[in-house]
C-alpha cells in the first residue's frame, strides 16, 4: 500500500510517520514544505492541479494529512488548516488515483462541554476560538466531498516531542529551569482546566489503524479520562523528582483567597486558579498569564472524549498512560539541564 504523508515533519506526523515506515506492506512517500519531505509542496499557496498531477504519478492508496497549524492569526490558521485542506480535497476528486483521505481534526472544534460528560462524535460543535473553527471548517470540506474519508479528532495529544509552548511543555520548561537553579518554589497558574490528554504515539497507531479501515465519517480520538491540569504537573514533578513546593498563583484578593502551596515529592493538591491567574514578574519560573487561561484551546474547563467509535470501528484503544507520556516530556526537558 503506497501511502502519501502529508506534515511528516510536524509533531503527530512525525510519530505517524515512524508507525506507517514500520509496517511493511507500507510504501511511504513524505510531502511538506521542508527539505526533507521527498516532495516539496506547500499545501496553503499550491493549487489543486499542482497537487493532482502528483497524486496521478504517485498514485497513492491512502493520502493521510497531518499539516495544519495551531497557533497565529485567524488568517493563518483559515490558511493552513482550512485553504490547505480544500486543496487536497479538490486535487482528491480531480485525481484518477482514488485514495482514501485520512485527515487529523481535533477536540477544539467541539469547544466548550458540560463538566462531567464525554464527548461523542455526534456532538453539535461548538468551538470558541480560531484554531477550532479552522479546523471544523476543513472537517466540514472533507465529510461534504464526497471522498472515501475519516477524520480523526484527536484531543490534547502529549508525550515525545511536545511543543515547547503548549502548557505541558511550558510546564515541563519552567520545572526544568526551577531544578537547574535549585528554586525551592514553582509559581504555576491557569491549571483548573481539565483535558483528555493522549500519547501522540497512540494517535499514530491510530491513523495507522484507519488507513488501513474503510471506517468513514468522525472518530474520536482519545484517553477517554479527563485529567486536571493541576494534577499533571503533580505527575510530572513527580517523575521528575523536583523536591520544591508547587504554588498555584490565584489572584482573588485577601487571605481566603491565599494561593496553596504543597510539597511536589507529596501528593499534590493545588487550589484551583480564579479568574485569570496574575504572573508574577519578579519570579523567574512562573508560569501562566491571563492569555493562557482558561486552557489556550477555547474550550473552557472540561473536555472528554467519547471514545468508543474508535473501539468498535478502529479496534483502536489507548495503550501509553499519562505518566509515561509525562516521563517522556520530562526526559527530553531534563536534557536541556
Not at 476560538?129 to 479528532?153: F, I, N, Q, W
Not at 484531543?155 to 537553579?181: C, K, N, W
Request: glycine fraction near 14%.
Amino acid at each position: 500500500m503506497r501511502v502519501l504523508l502529508i506534515g511528516a515533519n510536524g509533531y503527530i506526523g512525525r510519530f505517524v510517520a515512524d508507525r506507517l515506515l514500520a509496517d511493511p506492506a507500507v510504501q511511504l512517500t513524505a510531502l511538506g514544505r521542508g527539505d526533507d519531505a521527498d516532495v516539496r509542496f506547500d499545501l496553503a499557496t499550491g493549487s489543486p492541479g499542482a497537487l493532482t498531477r502528483f497524486l496521478d504519478a504517485v498514485h497513492p492508496g491512502v493520502v493521510v494529512n497531518c499539516a495544519g497549524a495551531t497557533r497565529g492569526g485567524a488568517r493563518e490558521l483559515t490558511r493552513h488548516n482550512t485553504v490547505a485542506v480544500a486543496t487536497v480535497c479538490e486535487a482528491l476528486r480531480r485525481s484518477g488515483c482514488g485514495a482514501r483521505l485520512v485527515q487529523i481534526g481535533c477536540g477544539s472544534e467541539y469547544g466548550p462541554s458540560q463538566p462531567g460528560s464525554s464527548t461523542a462524535e455526534d456532538a453539535v460543535p461548538r468551538p470558541g476560538g480560531p484554531y477550532g473553527v479552522s479546523k471544523l471548517a476543513a472537517t466540514e470540506l472533507v465529510l461534504g466531498s464526497g471522498l472515501d474519508a475519516v477524520v480523526l479528532r484527536v484531543f490534547s495529544p502529549v508525550g515525545p516531542g511536545t511543543p515547547a509552548g503548549s502548557p505541558l511543555g511550558r510546564l515541563a520548561e519552567a520545572m526544568r529551569r526551577a531544578m537547574q537553579s535549585g528554586d525551592a518554589e514553582l509559581k504555576l497558574g491557569g491549571l483548573g482546566a481539565q483535558r483528555d490528554f493522549v500519547d501522540v504515539r497512540d494517535v499514530a497507531r491510530a491513523v495507522h489503524a484507519a488507513s488501513l479501515s474503510a471506517a468513514q465519517g468522525v472518530i474520536n480520538i482519545g484517553s477517554g479520562r479527563a485529567v486536571r491540569l493541576r494534577d499533571a504537573a503533580g505527575i510530572l514533578a513527580r517523575v521528575a523528582g523536583y523536591g520544591g513546593a508547587l504554588n498555584e498563583l490565584d489572584n482573588a484578593p485577601g487571605p481566603h483567597h491565599a494561593p496553596h502551596m504543597t510539597h511536589a515529592t507529596g501528593t499534590p493538591h493545588l487550589r484551583p486558579a480564579i479568574g485569570h491567574p496574575r504572573p508574577d514578574p519578579d519570579h523567574p519560573h512562573a508560569v501562566g498569564s491571563p492569555a493562557a487561561f482558561p486552557y489556550p484551546d477555547g474550550c473552557g474547563t472540561w473536555q472528554q472524549a467519547d471514545v468508543r467509535t474508535a473501539r468498535d470501528r478502529l479496534g483502536w484503544r489507548p495503550r501509553i498512560n499519562l505518566e509515561e507520556s509525562l516521563a517522556d516530556i520530562w526526559m527530553e526537558a531534563a536534557c536541556r539541564i
